[in-house]
Nanobody, 126 residues
Framework: QAQLVESGGGWVQPGGSLRLSCAVSGFTLDGYAIGWFRQAPGQGREGLSCITGDGTIYYADSVKGRFTISRDNAKKMVYLEMNNLKPEDTAVYYC????????????????????WGQGTQVTVSS
């Protein structure tokens, strides 16, 4: 059974950085796409970035140039490095797995993703 666990969230001042981690189990990363999403209070879930099983990466325009997705297949970890954070980045951040994402991943709709982590809170404020 696929499981994902996020960590690394917290409070940071505007302009700061955080690195989120997603630990996966129950499957191998080379066969799945992993996506990062976020949901702010009162808003829908937003796709931020995804990486396919073969390593292709996609970013949403809202985070391109600020966020970087990466992974370590051996450690079964996927990361989201977030730089120059803004108050509008405040949200609960989730990672999710798409079992059909060996060579393609989507940021919308999020129903493409089969399994989700529990989320980690990121708060950006002064």
């Amino acid at each position: 059974q696929a499981q994902l666990v996020e960590s690394g969230g917290g409070w940071v001042q505007p302009g700061g950085s955080l690195r989120l981690s997603c630990a996966v189990s129950g499957f191998t990363l080379d066969g799945y796409a992993i996506g990062w999403f976020r949901q702010a209070p009162g808003q829908g879930r937003e796709g931020l970035s995804c990486i396919t099983g073969d390593g292709t990466i996609y970013y949403a325009d809202s985070v391109k140039g600020r966020f970087t997705i990466s992974r370590d297949n051996a450690k079964k970890m996927v990361y989201l490095e977030m730089n120059n954070l803004k108050p509008e980045d405040t949200a609960v951040y989730y990672c999710a797995a798409d079992s059909l994402g060996a060579s393609l991943c989507l940021l919308y709709p999020d129903s493409e993703y089969d399994d989700w982590g529990q989320g980690t809170q990121v708060t950006v404020s002064s």
